[in-house]
């Protein structure tokens, strides 16, 4: 063949072909950061910040014109952030793919920054930590309808979220009513009891000696144990933290508080369950999954119970466990978030 004919045909070839290139060029939205001053949250006694930093993802064209949006609301992970979730996990990027790739349609993703002085906040009503699940489901709801254009309806927000967000999913579902069309947890933590949340050895001797946040050290263990009794057995202004712990320290052993135990157990999504099915019936999808080989051993049987629970109780969702851990398989165009959350909420929520 010529060498001028060719490169004719190889130029036409590509000219065919270009539209097919750029459809899969994803359209770039962009992040705003926002602080939304709480009055909620001021004045909790356990020092908590009420300023809070919100990142909000704006679909492309959001700019260019006068368009409502569906708001999706996204819970981080303890000790994760709504920072680290755009700029260490990619999800804006992804956002930009899963749209263009028509994953799902254009819409506003919010990500309030939930990180406490002990790594989260379990999106938890607490009488030393504040009223974070007020927070979320209210005044951080008000404070985006009128900052964006949204569609300021129950059928046009979802809520998500993973790990301890997933645990904050499920407890905001069940505990406010019209507020959320649907709900998806990944991998949500402490679902159900479960020996390895609350009975487990590992940070409870340090948890029980610390006398100060400082005193914890990078202990990932015995802040995670400070953090949930903050959030579900406060005692504001006793003890170091404002909180009953699980265990009391004596001179050689670990003695268990049964009460405090108690109150771990009547927080979880398991417990909540009985008294909050009809806001569950209200919910056009509830959904939640999670990786068989979890670092975290109580999150796989958790699910079961809670979906088993769901299911005696005539509750219709999805349940689904799959091959990977905590984190392996959430963001990234293989991961939950692209190929089952965001088609689950394109599914779900009103467009218009």
Request: proline share 7%.
């Amino acid at each position: 063949m010529r060498p001028h004919l060719f490169f004719l045909l190889l130029t036409a070839f590509s000219w065919l072909h270009a539209p097919a290139a750029q459809a899969q060029l994803a359209a770039k939205g962009r992040v705003v950061v926002t602080y939304l001053d709480s009055k909620l949250l001021r004045g909790n006694p356990g020092g908590e910040n009420p300023r809070r930093r919100v990142s909000v993802y704006l679909p492309a064209g959001y700019d260019a014109n006068a368009s409502r949006y569906p708001v999706l609301y996204y819970l981080h992970g303890f000790t994760w952030s709504d920072s680290l979730l755009f700029h260490a996990d990619g999800l804006g990027a992804l956002l930009d793919q899963a749209i263009a790739d028509g994953q799902i349609r254009p819409l506003i993703v919010v990500a309030p920054n939930e990180n406490t002085l002990f790594q989260g906040s379990f999106y938890a009503n607490s009488a030393t930590n504040g009223p974070w699940a007020d927070f979320t489901a209210r005044e951080l709801v008000q404070f985006i309808d009128q900052k964006f254009r949204t569609f300021a309806r129950p059928a046009s927000r979802g809520l998500a979220g993973h790990s301890m967000g997933g645990n904050g999913t499920l407890r905001l579902a069940m505990l406010y009513p019209n507020t959320y069309a649907a709900a998806y947890a990944l991998s949500p933590a402490f679902a159900a009891p479960h020996v390895e949340w609350m009975a487990g050895r590992a940070g409870q001797a340090a948890a029980s000696r610390a006398t100060s946040r400082a005193a914890l050290g990078q202990n990932f263990d015995a802040i995670r144990i400070v953090a949930t009794a903050r959030a579900l057995s406060p005692t504001p202004g006793k003890g170091a933290f404002g909180a009953a712990l699980p265990y009391s320290t004596g001179p050689d052993s670990l003695a268990h508080r049964d009460a405090v135990l108690a109150q771990w157990a009547a927080g979880t999504p398991l417990a909540l369950l009985p008294g909050h099915l009809a806001s569950l019936r209200q919910l056009r999808g509830l959904a939640f999954d999670w990786g068989e080989q979890d670092q975290f051993q109580h999150i796989p049987p958790s699910c079961r119970t809670l979906s088993t629970q769901l299911a005696a109780y005539g509750i219709p969702h999805s349940a689904e466990a799959y091959a990977g851990n905590h984190g392996n398989r959430i963001m990234g165009r293989e991961g939950r978030m692209y190929q089952k959350l965001l088609p689950f909420f394109n599914r779900l929520l009103q467009f218009e």
